[in-house]
């Protein structure tokens, strides 16, 4: 990081910073899927009602982006961070005191709305802090958040195994919270975030909406595996426990992916060789985990989790590519952001349809791979010298 403009000690301190609090933008998503079958036991839920536990707080995260960067201007980058953990916090230690469908239901989606905040404005900052190297940043930050999944997934069952209660398996995550708060808060507030162009600005270009069509679809793949993986195995014959220990393998995949892809694909400004592999391997595990799920039973998680992690920060760093402005490029990845959610937010519902209908995933993961096919297509249309024409 020599090259960044900030002097060395700050801006390495101010990325740790950010580190830690990405690493709270997904655990209380992530922490749901491994217990589902205990909390299930406790509070009557179906697959289809189930699914709005990630579902509501993926859309609710695309709709707060349309107005997550006019709060972070009204606030300042310093006090939005703070506010937002504020409320993941509380959102996650809530859940020691959950009775009800609805009362988990509405802990998902206060913590939706922390992590929108947060998203909305890392972007921006990531761009205009680190503009020497931005995608090496943006992949620690999206590698962070991943992370946070990953130990989630992992460590809650854990918990509820030690603990004897799901309960505090999806609590005890708000420790991260405390943890980043007190981070964030130990270095004084850098130079004002500069004003974001709207991102109502990007609804009249056919390349926003291509990029947003991108980013959700990928997003898709990322949330349908956070809540129905687990419990695929679980129906397989797994404990909650292993099956939880699979998706944490999964997600420290992602984060190595997340660390990798960015490095790799920061030789050049074209990104397209290195999406359309992503994709491929993406399709080779949903193709893995449909045909033989139980054999060779490490590696589908494998490259699902290679794929996805790179999919991830890369689906980002292209719509950050296309724009030179800070300004300009923190709109339009709001507004990838938040289209791009909305859909993703749907993929969870959809998948849980699909298994009360059918009373398996596999249709779920046909049609994730289609998805990912058709993103091929996509990926191959992003030349770099053609992105002034397209988002002038």
């Avoid at 995550?173 to 708060?181: C, D, E, F, G, Y």
């Avoid at 596999?362 to 990912?372: C, I, K, N, R, V």
């Amino acid at each position: 990081m020599e090259n960044i403009r900030e002097t060395s000690r700050p801006a390495l301190w101010i990325m740790f910073s950010i580190i830690l609090v990405a690493l709270n933008l997904r655990p209380s998503m992530a922490a749901v899927g491994p217990l589902l079958s205990a909390i299930r036991g406790d509070i009557p839920l179906s697959f289809s009602l189930a699914s709005l536990l990630t579902l509501l707080p993926v859309m609710t995260m695309g709709l707060a982006m349309f107005f997550g960067l006019a709060v972070s201007q009204r606030l300042g980058e310093h006090r939005t961070v703070v506010l937002s953990l504020v409320v993941i916090g509380l959102a996650t230690a809530a859940r020691l005191f959950l009775d009800t469908a609805l009362e988990l239901i509405l802990s998902a989606v206060l913590a939706g709305i922390g992590i929108a905040l947060i998203q909305a404005l890392m972007p921006t900052l990531i761009k205009s802090r680190f503009s020497d190297n931005v995608a090496l940043c943006m992949g620690l930050y999206v590698t962070s958040i991943m992370g946070g999944a990953a130990i989630a997934a992992a460590f809650a069952p854990l918990v509820m195994v030690r603990t004897g209660s799901w309960r505090i398996g999806l609590a005890i995550w708000a420790v991260l919270a405390v943890i980043a708060l007190l981070f964030w808060c130990s270095h004084r507030a850098g130079a004002p975030m500069p004003a974001s162009t709207s991102n109502r600005s990007f609804f009249s270009h056919p390349r926003a909406w291509l990029l947003a069509a991108f980013f959700g679809l990928g997003t898709a793949s990322y949330t349908c595996v956070l809540a129905w993986l687990a419990p695929y195995y679980v129906e397989k014959g797994w404990s909650e426990e292993n099956a939880g220990l699979l998706l944490g393998f999964l997600t420290a995949m992602e984060v190595l992916s997340g660390l990798l892809t960015p490095a790799i694909a920061n030789r050049s400004r074209d990104r397209r060789l290195v999406l359309v592999v992503l994709l491929a391997l993406i399709m080779a595990g949903f193709c893995g985990l449909i045909l033989s799920p139980e054999h060779l039973g490490l590696l589908w998680p494998c490259l699902l989790g290679l794929g996805i992690g790179g999919l991830f920060p890369m689906s980002l760093i292209v719509s950050l590519d296309h724009l030179d402005d800070p300004r300009r490029a923190g709109g339009l990845t709001a507004f990838v952001q938040g289209i791009g959610y909305l859909i993703a937010g749907l993929s969870p519902l959809v998948a849980g349809m699909i298994r009360d209908q059918f009373g398996t995933f596999e249709w779920a993961w046909w049609s994730l791979t289609g998805a990912m096919a058709l993103m091929i297509m996509m990926a191959l249309r992003f030349d770099p010298r053609h992105y002034a024409r397209h988002l002038h």
